[in-house]
Nanobody, 126 residues
């Protein structure tokens, strides 16, 4: 069973950048498809970005395409989310999630992810 711990959240002005990290332990990180989700106040948790186990395919929700980049370092058991050109609507609690599945496709469904971190707050001021 993998444990996930996010870090790197904080307060940033619109147009600024943040990099989130998600440290994994307790499992073979390379065997997990990984994703970033976010939840704004009063809204459902939504998919932001994902990365596969085979081939490192990535996929992004439309609102972050061209601004966010997901990556993984299997040697360091760490998932990243680089967020650039941030907007106030990016404000949310960001969660990393893991799905034990060998796949070349990115998993976007929230229900498919078995393991979740505790979340990190990201606030973008206008």
């Amino acid at each position: 069973q993998v444990q996930l711990v996010e870090s790197g959240g904080g307060l940033v002005q619109a147009g600024g950048s943040l990099r989130l990290s998600c440290a994994a332990s307790g499992g073979t990180f390379s065997r997990y498809a990984m994703g970033w989700f976010r939840q704004a106040p009063g809204k459902d948790r939504e998919f932001v970005a994902g990365i596969s186990t085979i081939g490192g395919s990535t996929y992004y929700t439309d609102s972050v395409k061209g601004r966010f980049t997901i990556s993984r370092d299997n040697a360091k058991n760490t998932l990243y989310l680089q967020m650039n050109s941030m907007k106030p609507e990016d404000t949310a609690v960001y969660y990393c999630a893991a799905c034990l599945r060998q796949t070349i496709a990115v998993i976007t469904a929230l229900q498919a992810y078995e393991y979740w971190g505790q979340g990190t707050q990201v606030t973008v001021s206008s």
